[in-house]
Nanobody, 128 residues
Framework: VQLQASGGGLVQAGGSLRLSCEAS????????IGWFRQAPGKEREGVSC????????FYVDSVKGRFTISRDNAKNTVYLQMNSLKPEDTAVYYC??????????????????????WGQGTQVTVSS
């Protein structure tokens, strides 16, 4: 069971990146997928999550209107399109898989411990 996050890089403020999270060894289509990020010296925080079939999508306030999560279950891949990037978006971004019920409450969907499988992270750096 593995999640592979990719697509990070260095971009100027106002730029865009698209992250990908590809699952292998299991069908991610049965799981909710979340994107989290962790900046140096800070705790890992939730960014966005999507239900197993894509019908329910959630974002934290700081990325609403700028980030878009989507999934292609045929490709076992979840995407995070990040536009209008800001220096404060700089972090290592992780994708993670959780049972669908994890998304049912605000507290649950952003709780790191509720996610069973994690990718290795991809660095996003936004310069000012």
């Amino acid at each position: 069971v593995q999640l592979q996050a990719s697509g990070g890089g260095l971009v100027q403020a106002g730029g865009s990146l698209r992250l990908s999270c590809e699952a292998s060894g299991f069908s991610s289509g049965y799981y909710a997928i979340g994107w989290f990020r962790q900046a140096p010296g800070k705790e890992r925080e939730g960014v966005s999550c999507i239900s197993s079939r894509g019908g329910n999508i959630f974002y934290v306030d700081s990325v609403k209107g700028r980030f878009t999560i989507s999934r292609d279950n045929a490709k076992n891949t979840v995407y995070l399109q990040m536009n209008s990037l800001k220096p404060e978006d700089t972090a290592v971004y992780y994708c993670a898989a959780a049972p669908g019920s994890t998304l049912l409450s605000i507290r649950s969907r952003w709780r790191v411990a509720n996610y069973d499988y994690w990718g290795q992270g991809t660095q996003v750096t936004v310069s000012s």
